[in-house]
């Protein structure tokens, strides 16, 4: 499995669940929101909300199919589970469980509260943990930190952050790295993973620059 991170909860995620590549694209922005979108294509496309911020899915080039609806899709060997999770203000946020060949994954989107217990039921115990962390319309640093400690991922990615020329306002990492605590840390450019490299106790914090 191969991750990019694009800013916000924007992700290229490609895996070979049968035998090509499949690309899910996760929360494509628009440039209204401060920074410049990326050029994007994919095979699927999920967005956890509608609007500037999560729901820029037309821009997304590569005739992909939509997962916008709950339910369970299969889509060339990758298989996805959608499950609505409205945010505090009863906003329309979906959550994603991927399943890709041996590997699982579970993205939040734009949620802003703990997990209740259907989703905890989920997503408990995926490999890959993406979630946000930048507090204001995102999960707070403190609530993000709490989540990983109850679905005790592999890997933890976090995603939402404050950076330079987005105009809404966000907290920065680094209040999430301290409210998780000291975790072995990883920061690269692209993330690469394979079943076997998973961590077999600990947790791993994965920091995935943006591109």
């Given at each position: ?9 924007c992700?290229?995620i490609?895996a070979?669940?049968?035998s090509?590549e499949?690309?899910l694209v996760?929360?494509p ?6 920074i410049?979108?990326?050029k994007?294509t ?6 956890s ?6 729901g ?9 199919f939509?997962?916008?609806l709950?339910g ?8 996805l589970d959608?499950?609505v999770?409205?945010?505090k203000?009863?906003?329309k946020?979906?959550i994603?469980?991927?399943a ?7 993205f ?10 259907e989703e ?6 995926v490999?890959i ?7 204001n319309s ?6 993000a930190a ?8 592999r890997?933890i990615?976090p995603v ?7 105009k ?6 680094e209040?999430?790295?301290k409210e ?10 692209k ?11 600990d947790m791993?914090l994965?920091?995935?620059?943006r591109?």
């Amino acid at each position: 499995m191969m991750i990019s991170y694009h800013g916000l909860s924007c992700l290229s995620i490609t895996a070979k669940p049968i035998s090509g590549e499949v690309t899910l694209v996760t929360d494509p922005f628009d440039a209204s929101v401060g920074i410049k979108p990326p050029k994007l294509t994919g095979d699927i496309v999920f967005s956890s909300q509608e609007g500037a911020v999560h729901g820029n899915t037309a821009e997304v080039a590569g005739s992909p199919f939509y997962a916008d609806l709950p339910g369970e899709y299969e889509v060339q060997g990758m298989m996805l589970d959608v499950r609505v999770a409205p945010t505090k203000s009863n906003a329309k946020n979906k959550i994603l469980r991927v399943a890709a060949g041996a590997m699982t994954l579970g993205f939040l989107g734009g949620l802003d509260r703990l997990l209740k217990d259907e989703e905890i039921e989920l997503l408990e115990g995926v490999d890959i943990l993406i979630l946000p962390v930048g507090g204001n319309s995102v999960m707070t640093a403190k609530m993000a930190a709490e989540t990983v400690r109850i679905l005790d991922p592999r890997i933890i990615i976090p995603v939402h952050v404050a950076e330079d020329g987005l105009k809404t306002t966000l907290d920065p990492l680094e209040a999430f790295t301290k409210e998780l605590g000291p975790v072995p840390t990883e920061e690269t450019a692209k993330y690469k993973l394979v079943k076997r490299q998973l961590p077999q106790e600990d947790m791993q914090l994965i920091l995935i620059k943006r591109s």
